[in-house]
């Protein structure tokens, strides 16, 4: 690089250059080009003096001027003082063969490329600072200016004062605000005085009117000035100045004189310099009013014009008040206050009660043309009018339309809940408890909520039909938060996705479950919780299929105050193959239930939204006997009868041989299920068996049995569990179904390994019959296997010797397989 900078340019350049490093670097670069073509960008720094206003930097393309022709030569000690001509890339010298490339001069012009990048940004930064250091520069003239001027030393004064001059003339400073100006304009007037002082008027007078186009309000000190330089002042602004006044019909028009922006009218004797001037007056609502204006000195010319409207202000009156008015479906306005009694007159003939009118609504700035207008409040019915408005040109007075009555909508409602005690509000505002009697709210679209402290809520939107009582019959449930689902690509990138539409789309018909609705806080934190995931470690561990982190998924929970948090995550992996996996988690613990499915498949989704609406099943219907096929022929064989089950009450035993039910024959025990059969809970039922070669009939009625959740399987969902049996346990009708809704709350914890919570928020506050089926036996076994997990010996092994000692206690349901023998084993 030092060589070709040593040969770049003519011998006569050999001075150092007065460019910064870069720009040197620059031009070396286009000299090593094949052509080596004249053809360079320069730039200009002021000297070491640092005097040089920065935004003087000049960049050239093209070949360097000529000593004849260049423009590059300085006034005064804060310019570079140099007569020959820009320093040029002509280095023939060195030029490389027509067809050839110098060694490296592609890896020095994708340099180029990348310094021309760097430079845009850098001169985007530079602008600001250096407007900044050039109006310190010219503030430093004009002090030195000042301090000559004072020291009658009017030439060197005057020099000092041409270099602010000179920069305003060079269009410098015309945006550079009211300072700057007003330095320009102080610099003017010190030039004009010296001017004056040395017996040239004719320059003082060319600076004064100069001063007045800079600012032509400047008014010199009399107390500090000589009489005879304001005499000539104030004949120098005679000469240039006279004064404008506009009035318009309406007042408050913008004016414009040239396409400036000036005052509103009215505008009062503002002092113009003599010239012709393009009048513009616009205000909103009427035609906006050009003309061109002559301003002669010595004179006021004065201009009253009415404005022409093209628009109409419109008048609206409601009863009642505080009705909203949309006009072609923007909210124009809402009518307020009582109706005046000057106007009440006015209402005679259209319906109104004048003393439950509105004050009239004024619509100002309407297009002439029709529009369609709403009259809208809560709990009355909307009315749609089609107006045409039309122009008022002569007096521009409201256009008034028939005054509008609103149908007051209302409708009442009775709610029950499960349990009852709910606290029931109406978009927000209180009601009364359930069971709620008859109550009046506004008909339409409303949001009903019930909340019991502790026990649960329901909330949904619900259209209450007016002049009807609306009957509610509401089950307290728990609520659904849906995040969204996560796109986790190959490369470590997460987004939200939108490959959830099927799910979404299905989430909006659960009937089981409450769901949040989206608002600004949810997406706050759904951003938020983005940029933390989006950090290599916690992405990695979404890869891994840790989850979403345990400490966000509560604080979203709490936030939203849900019970449920759903969110998908698809992890995309290397060749484009990935999974997609549903997270649910609830606020009772933190592990997630993982479903893994597509997405994409409609089948997929509708099944898992299917498990999750499946409501928590407590009982189902029992017969109290296991009935097997045989190859004997002739009818299923009994071969368990559960004692005190309806089987063994109606006199049912093992062995006998099933030949019809109800009097329809049976040839396969999958006739006799109950899930098969679909037989209910009170069925009547008629068996006809064969016992020792003979056929009895049996009369037996269908009860039920407790179901109970088991540990394992892969079908469950056990967050939702969670939710589902602790809201069945805190509404339940008795204490018995409250039992068998806490049991198998805890065995959901015990899937989660939740053993402390199993024992302390259900194990340990139920209660149980001793006997056969689901009994105090059961509640004990369960027990025993939490405090082994616990390593509390003495605890499981009281809670094993119980169980051990209930024979007829069973597992699952009444008909499951016994507690005792498992018991006696863990033992052992």
């Known amino acids: 690089m030092a060589r070709a900078l040593r040969d770049c340019g003519s011998t006569s350049h050999r001075r150092p250059s007065p460019c910064p490093w870069i720009w040197q670097w620059m031009s070396w670069e286009i000299c090593t080009s094949a052509t080596a073509r004249r053809d360079a960008w320069w730039c200009w720094t002021r000297p070491g003096s640092g005097s040089w206003p920065p935004w003087w930097v000049t960049r050239l393309k093209g070949d360097s001027p000529s000593p004849s022709v260049s423009k590059w030569i300085g006034r005064d000690d804060s310019m570079s003082m140099i007569g020959r001509p820009m320093p040029s890339c002509d280095s023939t010298r060195n030029a490389a063969p027509r067809g050839r490339r110098l060694p490296g001069a592609g890896a020095a012009l994708a340099l180029l490329l990348l310094f021309l990048t ?416 989006q950090q290599p470690l916690e992405a990695e561990k979404l890869r891994k299929g840790s989850g979403l982190p345990p400490a966000r998924v509560l604080e979203a929970l709490n936030k939203s105050q849900a019970d449920l948090l759903l969110a998908g995550i698809s992890v995309v992996e290397q060749g484009g193959k990935g999974s997609q996996t549903l997270y649910l988690y609830s606020s009772e613990q933190p592990e997630p239930d993982r479903v893994k499915l597509d997405l994409a498949k409609g089948s997929e989704v509708s099944t898992f939204l299917t498990r999750f609406d499946q409501p928590p099943a407590l009982t189902r219907p029992w017969v109290g006997a296991a009935i097997t096929d045989t190859q004997l022929g002739d009818g299923p064989l009994v071969v368990q009868v559960v004692k005190s089950g309806p089987a063994a009450a109606a006199g049912l035993r093992t062995g006998d041989q099933v030949v019809s039910v109800n009097g329809k024959p049976v040839t396969q025990a999958r006739a006799l299920s109950v899930a098969t059969a679909g037989w209910k809970e009170n069925d009547r039922l008629t068996f006809s068996v064969r016992r020792d070669a003979a056929t009895q009939n049996l009369s037996l009625t269908v009860a039920s049995t407790p179901v109970l959740l088991p540990l394992y399987a892969p079908d469950r969902l056990y967050n939702k569990a969670l939710c589902d049996y602790r809201q069945v346990s805190r509404g339940a009708d008795g204490p018995l179904e409250r039992s068998f809704a806490l049991l198998n709350l805890g065995l959901a914890f015990m899937h989660f390994r939740a053993y402390d919570k199993a024992l302390s928020e259900a194990f340990n506050d139920l209660n149980l019959p001793v006997g056969a089926g689901i009994s105090r036996g059961t509640i004990r076994y369960y027990q025993g296997l939490c405090y082994l997990k616990k390593d509390l010996v003495p605890e499981a092994r009281a809670a094993f010797q119980e169980a051990a000692a209930s024979p007829e206690a069973t597992l699952d349901s009444n008909d499951g397989p016994p507690v005792a023998p498992r018991a006696k084993n863990l033992l052992q």
């Open 118 to 533: 760097g430079a845009q940004v850098l001169w985007a930064q530079e602008e600001e600072e250096d407007l900044t250091a050039g109006l310190a520069s010219i503030e430093q003239h004009l002090r030195r200016g000042k301090d000559l001027f004072a020291g009658l030393k009017f030439p060197e004064a005057i020099a000092e004062l041409d270099q602010v001059v000179q920069v305003y003339e060079g269009g410098k400073l015309q945006d550079a605000g009211e300072s700057a100006l007003k330095t320009v304009a102080e610099a003017l007037d010190l030039r004009a005085r010296a001017h004056f002082n040395q017996g040239d008027k004719e320059r003082a007078r060319a600076d004064f009117a100069k001063l007045l186009r800079v600012k032509i309000d400047y008014e010199i000190d009399s107390k500090l000035v000589s009489p005879k330089v304001i005499d000539l002042f104030n004949q120098v602004r005679k000469e240039n100045v006279g004064t404008l006044t506009l009035t318009t019909d309406p007042p408050g028009a913008k004016v414009r004189l040239n396409d400036e922006l000036v005052s509103r009218t009215p505008l009062v004797g503002r002092p113009m310099l003599q010239g012709t001037y393009k009048l513009k007056l616009s205000l909103e609502g009427f035609q906006d009013h050009q003309e061109d204006l002559i301003l002669n000195p010595r004179t006021e010319l004065k201009r009253e014009i009415r404005l022409t409207p093209n628009k109409r202000i419109l008048r609206f009156v409601t009863q009642p008040a505080g009705v909203n008015v949309l006009l072609d479906g923007k909210l124009a306005g809402t009518t307020f206050g009582t109706l005046s009694p000057e106007l009440q007159s006015t209402l005679k003939d259209s319906g109104l009660d004048p003393l439950k009118a509105s004050e009239p609504l004024l619509v100002p700035n309407v297009e002439a043309k029709q529009h369609q207008v709403r009259f809208e409040k809560e709990c009355f019915q909307p009315q749609d009018r089609i107006i045409q408005v039309t122009l008022d040109l002569e007096q521009n007075s409201p256009q008034t339309f028939q005054p509008v009555l609103l149908k007051q909508e209302m409708g009442m409602i009775r709610v029950t809940s499960h349990p009852s005690g709910a606290d029931v509000f109406v978009d927000g505002k209180p009601q009364g408890t359930t069971p709620l009697q008859q109550t009046a709210v506004c008909a339409g679209e409303r949001e009903v909520r019930l909340v019991k402290k502790g026990q649960g809520i329901w909330f949904a939107r619900t259209r209450i039909q007016p002049d009807v009582v609306n009957v509610l019959d509401a089950t307290l449930r728990p609520t659904l938060l849906y995040l969204g689902t996560f796109l986790l690509d190959e490369w470590g990138r997460l987004n939200w996705s939108d490959q959830d539409k099927l799910l979404q789309d299905g989430l909006a018909g659960l009937r089981s479950v409450n769901q949040v609705r989206s608002d600004d806080a949810l997406k706050a934190f759904r951003d938020s919780l983005e940029t933390e995931l």
